[in-house]
């Protein structure tokens, strides 16, 4: 595989040639005045613009692009995305073969720029029958960091990791449901940039680091989602961390009360979080004001504004610790939030992934049961007939989107290894019959999994990302 230097206009750059137009991307750079390099896997044209001055557009201004035809470069993708306002950067993921990976990240000079990207090429027909996907990107500058030893105190935990990696700027420590002196035996650390939490994540992830002697686990955490502030302005519920396990939703409710008999509307207790919904938003903002660092049962709560469900960006792919699973609905059933708080998944059996944010989601839809009386009709129903918001499991998802498209069911095929202490891990290969002579022969995740159930879950939702139904 050969490498050409093309000048462009800020010097030399690199662009892998072969099977992409190099006079195209040649005549697209000369036209545009922007430079274009080659390094770690991915082609960046721009970054900045010709004639550009000051710092990097802020966060918020750059936009994930997924289910790229594998043969289309910048050459036909940089004008598509100029509809939307002035590129500032535009990084396509490229394959040692020359082919691109599938997906891209567009920087704008705004976010109202980005905003508009995501309106108006979001399920853009990008060629005939390719349909493109656009979202918001964030940069994540948060690691997870599990196997902590749980007696470590924040201060502890903060001053080893700014031994060990360099531009840390804080940690979060959450105390355990069950006893407040201990930490739940992982943390968030945050740093100054993504860069530099990539470098440490990449000091650290080969699996062999230790920390007071302990093998630690160490993965990127979800980014927090950021909501528009004319949203915000509407929220009138309020989440509620760090509460006692035997804290009832009565006490919740009669606790924020007390500075306005009447105001709450219901409390929502999961575990050791609760959410708390109020009539009105101003009875919402004062309450968070004044119940924020009270004391419930012995425990000193956090409060803040819950963030609204979106309802439109439910799965986002894992990429290099830029955008992932959105936490709209990966609510914590933390039942067994001490043993493995990173399980990629929803079914709240199992311990979803905590990302670190301070404002979870309230669950859209409640997952409850309903008392079965005697004599109560039954009638006869196909799972096939339900819609897609009745199924809380990917696997089940999965198999509901292939029958709507008049597809054979997922075939899955289960592979394992083992890990360097020795556990088996698994994983999934789904072979979607009726496509299997595409462009996509199998869709396989990149993540190995401890148990059956949850390999197979992780491997339904990578299915779906890529078909598009999440």
């Known amino acids: 595989m050969s490498e050409e230097t093309i000048d462009g206009t800020n010097g030399c750059s690199k662009v892998r040639t072969g099977t992409q137009n190099e006079a195209a991307l040649l005549a697209l750079m000369e036209k545009t005045g922007y430079n274009m390099v080659q390094e770690n896997g991915q082609r960046k044209f721009g970054g900045p613009p010709p004639g550009w001055e000051g710092p990097p557009p802020p966060r918020g201004c750059e936009v994930f692009v997924g289910k790229i035809p594998r043969d289309m470069y910048e050459d036909e993708l940089v004008p598509v995305f100029e509809r939307a306002g002035k590129i500032y950067e535009f990084r396509l993921m490229m394959e040692f073969s020359g082919e691109n990976r599938g997906y891209a990240f567009v920087m704008y000079t705004t976010k109202e720029e980005a905003q508009l ?17 656009v979202c918001v990107s964030l940069d994540n500058c948060r690691l997870f960091i599990g196997a902590i030893p749980k007696e470590k105190k ?13 531009g840390v700027v804080d940690v979060i420590v959450y105390p355990s449901a069950t006893d407040k002196t201990k930490n739940r035996g992982f943390a968030f650390v945050e740093y100054e940039s993504h860069r530099a939490a990539a470098m440490a994540r990449r000091k650290l992830i080969p699996g062999t680091f230790q920390l007071w002697g302990h093998t630690i686990q160490v993965d990127w955490a979800d980014p927090e989602k950021e909501v528009d502030e004319e949203t915000m302005q509407r929220v009138k519920v309020l989440y509620v961390r760090n509460l006692m396990i035997s804290t009832t939703e009565e ?5 924020f009360n007390k500075f306005k008999p009447g105001s709450v509307e219901r409390v929502k207790k999961l575990r050791d979080y609760a959410f708390v919904h109020f009539f009105n938003r101003e009875d919402a903002v004062a309450a968070m004001s004044v119940m924020n660092g009270k004391c419930i049962d012995g425990a000193s709560i956090e409060v803040t504004l819950a963030k609204p469900v979106n309802k439109e960006n439910t799965w986002r792919q894992h990429l290099n610790g830029q955008i992932s699973p959105n936490s709209e609905n990966l609510i914590v059933f933390a039942n067994k939030e001490e043993s493995h708080p990173k399980i990629l998944g929803k079914p709240p059996a199992l311990p979803a992934r905590l990302n670190g944010q301070h404002s979870p989601s309230p669950p859209e839809i409640e997952r409850c049961t309903y008392p079965f009386f005697p004599g109560t009709k039954l009638t006869p129903i196909s799972m096939y007939s339900l819609k897609s918001n009745h199924f809380s499991s990917a696997v089940m998802h999965l198999d509901y989107y292939c029958n709507k498209n008049n597809w054979a069911p997922p075939e899955y095929y289960l592979y394992s290894t083992t890990s360097q202490d020795g556990k ?3 994983v999934y290969k789904i072979i979607i019959p009726a496509i299997a002579n595409g462009s996509q022969s199998y869709f396989m995740p990149d993540k190995l999994c401890t148990t059956l159930e949850d390999a197979k879950e992780l491997a339904a939702q990578f299915t779906l990302l890529h078909l598009g139904s999440f």
């Open 424 to 426: 088996v891990l698994l």
């Open 117 to 133: 990207a995501i309106r108006i090429l979001n399920n853009y027909e990008i060629r005939p029958g390719k349909f493109i996907g």
């Open 251 to 255: 006490t919740i409710k009669a606790e």
């Open 154 to 166: 924040k201060e502890e935990i903060l001053d080893e990791m700014k031994k060990v990696t360099e």
